[in-house]
């Protein structure tokens, strides 16, 4: 696996050796071992979680806090554009994002370390997106930003005369000013 470094260093992309010829592909998702050697990690996933979405849609930016999950996440089919935000106060990336496109094709995946919110926007007709998360969900503990927060200030690939389809929590997620955050 080739771990690629981002503008955050604790949140990673990786890119999976995939073995493919005319009959399809191969490639090992997750492997512990490998997984740990390569990004100096011992993460325990607790449970794997998969959603489908339609092209437009805008979900996070969401974490859990007291009980905070890391997640790594991947795109089976379809396209997204996936991000993660620093929520960390004592952090000297605070409130910075980054962000990167997973697909089908790509085979890349996503590591968002807890104290970050995770969002995704749909690119394509339909998009079906896995994650591991360290942590079990608690609802109770589930919390949101504002997707569009300028503080933020994520440079979603959204274009101009479309309105991404946002659930109703969404919609009223608090900004990062008023946000119950980690320390």
């Keep these: 696996m080739n771990m690629i470094s981002t503008s955050i260093s604790e949140v990673l992309v990786i890119e999976p050796k995939v ?44 974490y859990q806090i007291r009980q905070p999950q890391g997640k790594l996440v991947r795109v089976v089919r379809g396209q997204v554009f996936d991000v993660a935000v620093d929520i ?37 007709d339909t998009a079906d997106f896995l994650y591991k998360t360290t942590d079990y969900y608690f609802p109770d503990l589930e919390r949101s930003l504002l997707w569009n927060d300028p503080a933020i200030a994520v440079s979603w690939p959204i274009q101009a005369d479309v309105s991404p389809i946002i659930s109703a929590k969404d919609k009223i997620a608090p900004k990062l000013a008023d946000a119950e955050l980690f320390d």
């Design 19 to 62: 073995f493919g010829d005319s009959r399809g592909f191969f490639f090992e998702s997750f492997n512990h071992k490998n997984f740990s050697q390569a990004t100096g990690l011992d993460v325990k996933f607790v449970q794997d979680n998969h959603s489908r979405s339609v092209k437009g849609v805008l979900r996070g930016l969401h």
């Design 88 to 124: 960390r106060r004592s952090s000297p990336t605070f409130g910075q994002w980054v962000g990167a496109e997973l697909t089908e094709d790509n085979y890349r995946q996503l590591w968002v370390p807890s104290g970050f919110a995770h969002g995704f926007y749909v690119l394509s």
